[in-house]
């Protein structure tokens, strides 16, 4: 299990009602650093050289970087044809080798020698994400493909960089996946009340559960 790429975003006019969006993350060379981003400063995420462009939506503490796997891109990029760098979803990481939507809420990894990231949430696609792929019904393919991808908490600070390992440090006692909370909160809300047993939730999205189970 490895890092293929570390991604970042330069911030491009469009493809967003915010007016700006960072979207377009592209691979960079050498090492960055990683830290749990300042929740006091606006569209602050975990990676030095990133940030968003949707305060309202993105960025923050629960989702300072996202992580999407190169099989889940291969396997999209064969359905539409074209090829699909790494970064093209937005995604801050590329793995190869982690089941990245099969991973349990809570899940630790470290990435490099020092850096350890907490999953949190499944990423729940937006109209940025439509107006940037530029498919028709692109919202309802990626949700229909229940392959969202996972946004991650900063535990420990760290530089990391291309073809780091990625190790699985902690794996919590239960048995709610990124794929299943995309499920819930998606197409299949009657899933919503097999949500609670994951503490490392947003609160948001345990509150959800709490009302459904009610």
Not at 38 to 49: F, S, Y
Request: proline share 8%.
């Amino acid at each position: 299990m490895r890092l293929l790429s570390v991604n970042v975003g330069a911030p491009r006019l469009g493809h967003s009602r915010a007016g700006l969006t960072l979207i377009d993350k592209r691979p960079v060379e050498g090492p960055v650093m990683v830290t749990p981003p300042d929740p006091e400063v606006t569209a602050a995420v975990g990676l030095a050289g990133d940030r968003v462009g949707d305060v309202r939506h993105h960025g923050g503490p629960d989702q300072a970087v996202y992580a999407y796997a190169r099989e889940d891109l291969d396997m999209w990029q064969a359905e539409l044809g074209e090829l699909l760098g790494n970064g093209v979803f937005g995604e801050n990481l590329t793995t190869a080798g982690v089941d990245v939507n099969g991973a349990l809420i809570g899940e630790r990894w470290r990435a490099g020698p020092e850096a350890i990231v907490e999953v949190s949430c499944p990423r729940i696609p937006c109209d940025t994400f439509q107006s940037w792929m530029g498919r028709p019904h692109w919202i309802e393919r990626f949700t229909r493909a229940a392959r969202p991808g996972a946004y991650m908490r900063v535990i420990r600070e760290g530089l990391i960089r291309a073809d780091d390992p990625v190790e699985i440090v902690h794996r919590p006692g239960h048995e709610v996946t990124v794929a299943l909370v995309f499920r819930a909160l998606t197409l299949e809300p009657d899933l919503l009340p097999l949500l609670l047993p994951a503490d490392a939730l947003p609160e948001e999205t345990r509150e959800l559960a709490r009302r459904r189970t009610a």
